[in-house]
């Protein structure tokens, strides 16, 4: 069988009064992450880390900032995109590990909604899902609630 592993990162910037999605959850806050899309991160991370995996490049080349086809959109539709694009090169999801870093709000109490999201929109089981979330000790711009960062890791599996 042959595996690959795959290592995903996005941030993006924290605007007041902007909406805050993450895992496809709207999180109450003053302030939400900013981008092209809904600015996901974690879900922007998991789809780098699947696509480097695959060797597909990198979530800008396949949903460039600068189309507006993706201005606005849900991020779960490009992770779906992302999926069927593993699923072309005969690539299965065996799990994903994903790690957020903010000061705020708490993300544990959604941990459960988000897992639900992403393990539809990848068509994978929430067993294989882990989602964790820290803060920066209040040092840098996260620490500083400027911006809100999400690693992942993730294996496929030629199918």
């Known amino acids: 069988m042959k595996i690959k592993v795959g290592f995903g990162f996005d941030v993006h910037q924290l605007k007041k009064g902007h909406p805050f999605v993450m895992g496809g959850v709207h999180l109450e806050h003053t302030s939400g992450a900013y981008g092209h899309s809904d600015a996901d991160v974690l879900v922007h991370a998991i789809c780098d880390a699947l696509l480097g995996a695959a060797n597909l490049r ?5 949903f ?11 991020s779960l539709i490009l ?9 072309e090169k005969s ?3 065996g799990n994903i590990d994903a790690m957020i870093c903010l000061e705020a709000p708490k993300i544990n109490p959604h941990i459960p909604k988000m897992k639900i999201h992403i393990a539809e929109a990848a068509g994978i089981s929430e067993e294989d899902i882990s989602i964790k979330a820290t803060t920066n000790e209040q040092m840098g711009f996260i620490g500083r609630e400027e911006g809100v960062v999400a690693y ?4 496929i599996e030629k199918i």
């Open 152 to 155: 992942a890791v993730c294996l």
């Open 91 to 93: 690539w299965a999801i």
């Open 64 to 74: 460039s900032n600068t189309d507006e086809r993706w201005r606005g959109i849900s």
């Open 79 to 87: 992770l779906k995109e992302v999926v069927r694009l593993l699923s």
């Open 58 to 62: 990198d979530i800008g080349f396949h």
